[in-house]
T-cell receptor, first 114, second 108 residues
Framework: AAGVIQSPRHLIKEKRETATLKCYPI?????VYWYQQGPGQDPQFLIS???????DKGSIPDRFSAQQFSDYHSELNMSSLELGDSALYFC?????????????FGQGTRLTVV | GQSLEQPSEVTAVEGAIVQINCTYQ??????LSWYQQHDGGAPTFLSY????GLEETGRFSSFLSRSDSYGYLLLQELQMKDSASYFC?????????FGKGTKLSVKP
């Protein structure tokens, strides 16, 4: 069965550079969530989209932006990268704009800022 | 605000039973989920409770008491492969809010 696909799996960037993370949800899922997980930390909600519109916003820095495209894939754009942005970034998808049963997570993108 | 409390670490031996508790404080509560995460891996769904009571899925069971804002995950017949972090997560206003996670170590 198709799962949530994230790319790239690993990314190394220098401080002040930009990065773009991509997420391809499970087919027919219309809702995407982005999470940031630092080492030894719990996943922190960043932002979510339902039917290509932003549905909720969490602890996402102003330096980050995201969008969901017509094919429902989503991209997280990160600018002016800081060392503290080094983390595992997960994307999750669901259908119907809710998480009332199960969220399917991608394998994550490990971003390292040096 | 929203907060979830769960123990940071639990250790048990193979074949044993372990219970991981979770208390929460949140607005707009819809349900409590549990996720397992191995080091470097993605969170994977274990169970979901929207109503009070016990949900059983194989060796894993989850319980919810909405009046007490409390739930637990019960793992039976522990295996070495169960060593992982376990997160309770509240579904609130359409989003999953995770607890800090409980690191379970299963010893031979």
């Amino acid at each position: 069965a198709a799962g949530v696909i994230q790319s790239p799996r690993h990314l190394i960037k220098e401080k002040r550079e930009t990065a773009t993370l991509k997420c391809y949800p499970i087919p027919r899922h219309d809702t995407v969530y982005w999470y940031q997980q630092g080492p030894g930390q719990d996943p922190q909600f960043l932002i979510s989209f339902y039917e290509k519109m932003q549905s909720d916003k969490g602890s996402i820095p102003d330096r980050f932006s995201a969008q969901q495209f017509s094919d429902y894939h989503s991209e997280l754009n990160m600018s002016s990268l800081e060392l503290g942005d080094s983390a595992l970034y997960f994307c999750a998808s669901s259908s119907g704009g809710s998480l009332d049963t199960e969220a399917f997570f991608g394998q994550g993108t490990r971003l390292t800022v040096v | 605000g929203q907060s979830l409390e769960q123990p940071s670490e639990v250790t048990a031996v193979e074949g044993a039973i372990v219970q991981i508790n979770c208390t929460y404080q949140t607005s707009g509560f819809y349900g409590l989920s549990w996720y397992q995460q191995h080091d470097g891996g993605a969170p994977t769904f274990l169970s979901y409770n929207a109503l009070d009571g016990l949900e059983e899925t194989g060796r894993f069971s989850s319980f919810l008491s909405r009046s007490d804002s409390y739930g637990y995950l019960l793992l039976q017949e522990l295996q070495m492969k169960d060593s992982a972090s376990y997160f309770c997560a509240v579904i609130s206003q359409g989003n999953l809010i995770f607890g800090k996670g409980t690191k379970l170590s299963v010893k031979p």
